[in-house]
């Protein structure tokens, strides 16, 4: 049987569950720094979170009628993206109600995996950004004591990327501190080595290319060095490219399948689109971080990306001027 199909045409043995199977591997080692650093509760966080999402998914297949699709362990990567997204203090309420808005809305609204327009995760993310600030900001000191499972109280501790856009004074992380994930911010985030780690896994297995990535770092690290010394964008290059979550996103989800360019020069300005939007929110934004706006506005743009930098269609009779 022929079957035809619109371009591009990718043959490979990889199927969706072989590769989000690599993907979960791939973020273990910063799920395990995570724990390190904040404690229990962030493995905890990851679990309900990871267990909201594959519930949601199967009870929309049931209620739906539609094909079971929890097998492809898409549902799983979601819930560990947005979890590595959260503050370890969140109340554990909160990874279920994001759950719930990243499976239903913005992923199965849509058809499901592969139709959605922008990154799950991060429309998670921005939509409990949008709507309880307080407690996606409210960042603990790593190394500190155990925090509750229920109503946890914690002091805050302002992210490297808060004391430099803030000004404060306060003394900024060591880059040792930084590649090993000894700061405040996002479970998952911090630890840039385990990031490496994981991001090399996946070249290693071809799940992912080099291109968006580099391209998202790189700008950043260009940029953040021509501007180094204004005034609102204080601190050096390997410091901009070391905090927040340049890693996490340049990895991870500016590298998702579904919601970036299929193309090769179109993986290429994704990465830079995504890294100049980013260091434009770090310098003259209202927020210290812009990795996830810059991700989800990159997204939306995906398709003209794609349509600017495919080749010209063959087969096509041209258009002759009357």
């Not at 990895?251 to 579904?258: C, L, N, P």
Request: charged share 10%.
């Amino acid at each position: 049987m022929l079957k035809v199909g619109a371009a591009p045409h990718i043959v490979t043995q990889n199927d969706t569950r072989t590769l989000m199977l690599d993907v979960i591997i791939a973020l273990i080692p910063a799920l395990l720094a995570g724990t390190y650093f904040f404690g229990y509760r962030a493995a905890l966080i990851t679990l309900v979170s990871v267990a909201s999402s594959v519930t949601f998914e199967h009870l929309w297949s049931v209620l739906l009628k539609k094909p079971a699709t929890v097998g492809d362990c898409s549902a799983v990567v979601s819930g560990m993206l947005l979890a590595f997204n959260l503050p370890v203090s969140v109340p554990l309420w909160l990874p279920v109600v994001g759950s719930l808005f990243m499976i239903v809305i913005v992923k199965m609204c849509f058809g499901g995996l592969g139709q959605n327009f922008i990154n799950p995760a991060l429309g998670a993310r921005a939509f409990l950004m949008a709507s309880w600030p307080a407690l996606m900001t409210a960042f603990t000191v790593p190394m500190a004591k155990l925090l509750p499972v229920v109503s946890p109280v914690v002091t805050t501790h302002a992210t490297p990327l808060g004391v430099l856009k803030e000004n404060t004074g306060g003394a900024l992380p060591s880059y040792i501190d930084l590649i090993l994930g000894n700061v405040g911010g996002c479970i998952g985030e911090t630890s840039k080595l385990a990031l490496l780690i994981g991001f090399v896994y996946l070249l290693v297995r071809h799940v992912v290319t080099w291109r968006t990535p580099v391209a998202f770092v790189g700008t950043v690290a260009v940029l953040s060095w021509m501007f180094g010394g204004a005034a609102l964008f204080t601190g050096d290059w390997l410091f901009h490219i070391l905090s927040g979550g340049v890693f996490l996103g340049a990895f991870f989800m500016a590298t998702d399948y579904s919601t970036t360019p299929v193309t090769q020069r179109g993986a290429v300005v994704f990465g830079i689109g995504c890294g100049m939007i980013t260091v434009i929110i770090r310098l003259v934004g209202g927020y210290p971080e812009g990795v996830s706006y810059a991700i989800l506005l990159m997204n939306v743009a995906s398709p003209l990306i794609d349509r600017a930098s495919s080749p010209k269609r063959f087969g096509k009779a041209a258009v002759k001027d009357v």
